[in-house]
């Protein structure tokens, strides 16, 4: 069998469970690492870091539910990143893992924290690539913000609006999202990762995915951070914070800082580049990564 595009030497993830089909790759070997995709990408995001990892890790990367090629059976209740967050610890277990590791990038990280904030003791160790919680990201708006990420609250606009302003220039909205992560360049998503992202994009049902994934962020999503915010939740495994040093924000806390809210165990690392650390910086952001969970493979 063919290896899946963009990832030589792994196989495809093909497997229904926690009510999606969820579409993917795996491969490597060792403790098990799942690694999360962000807006607007699938994931083949990870194809850059994916050899790093595979040589100390079995690697999980799927597709977010209603992403890519992931298909989730229904689309209501809403998919909240509770609700992907069980999925994923359902997809993790029907693969035979119990507890693994977990590397989250922009809304993969997002949905990674609130797994594990809701699942204690599956998360051995969590990364959180470019993000800082939902609740905390929120209360820092300002009109500088609020220019620069106008699609968080584009796509959180009542349904269909967002969907049919969509579908009159897929390709045209999702290059420029790109550029405004600084990403325009093909050294930082090649063409033909880029054709692979506008395909996605291009199909109704993932725009309408992703627009539910934004209105969840500021409504149930928010509500369950403020609820654990009020109740002194925090993550019971260690964190790694990555964050580009072009996202820094004079005069406001650094995220290692905001971080340390809702874990007790936190280190931060600065990169270079833009937003999409993955792709962009992947030498950096491996350079972190591999001795961060390698302190995993030790304790198992």
């Known amino acids: 069998m063919a290896a899946p595009p963009f990832f030589p030497g792994f196989r495809a993830l093909d497997i229904?469970?926690?009510?999606?089909?969820?579409?993917?790759?795996?491969?490597?070997?060792?403790?098990?690492?799942?690694?999360?995709?962000?807006?607007?990408?699938?994931?083949?995001?990870?194809?850059?870091?994916?050899?790093?990892?595979?040589?100390?890790?079995?690697?999980?990367?799927?597709?977010?539910?209603g992403?890519?090629?992931?298909?989730?059976?229904?689309?209501?209740?809403?998919?909240?990143?509770?609700?992907?967050?069980?999925a994923l610890v359902a997809l993790m277990r029907a693969l035979g893992h119990q507890r693994f590791a977990l590397a989250g990038h922009d809304r993969g990280a997002r949905a990674g924290y609130r797994l594990a904030l809701d699942h204690p003791g599956v998360v051995?160790?969590?990364?959180?690539?470019?993000?800082v919680p939902t609740l905390d990201a929120m209360l820092a708006v300002d009109y500088r913000y609020a220019s620069k990420s106008y699609h968080w609250f584009l796509l959180a606009q009542e349904a269909d609006l967002p969907e049919r302003l969509l579908a009159a220039a897929p390709d045209a909205f999702i290059d420029r999202a790109f550029t405004g992560m600084g990403a325009e360049s093909d050294e930082v998503i090649e063409p033909s990762a880029r054709e692979a992202y506008r395909g996605a994009f291009r199909n109704a049902s993932v725009r309408h995915a992703i627009c539910e994934d934004y209105r969840a962020a500021l409504e149930e999503d928010l509500a369950q951070d403020q609820a654990d915010r009020a109740a002194g939740r925090k993550l019971d495994c260690p964190v790694l914070v990555l964050w580009p040093r072009a996202q820094e924000v004079p005069g406001r806390p650094g995220p290692a800082e905001i971080w340390k809210g809702w874990?007790?165990?936190?280190?931060?690392?600065?990169?270079?580049?833009?937003h999409l650390q993955p792709e962009d910086r992947p030498e950096e952001v491996a350079a972190a990564l591999v001795p961060f969970f390698k302190q995993e493979r030790r304790s198992t």
């Open 124 to 131: 051995s160790r969590f990364a959180s690539l470019t993000v």
């Open 16 to 65: 229904e469970a926690g009510g999606v089909r969820f579409a993917g790759v795996i491969g490597g070997a060792g403790p098990p690492l799942l690694l999360l995709h962000g807006f607007p990408e699938t994931h083949i995001a990870w194809r850059k870091l994916a050899p790093a990892l595979a040589r100390q890790h079995s690697l999980i990367i799927p597709d977010l539910p």
């Open 67 to 86: 992403y890519g090629a992931s298909r989730p059976r229904a689309m209501t209740p809403r998919w909240t990143k509770r609700r992907v967050g069980a």
């Open 263 to 274: 874990a007790e165990d936190v280190t931060g690392a600065v990169t270079t580049g833009g």
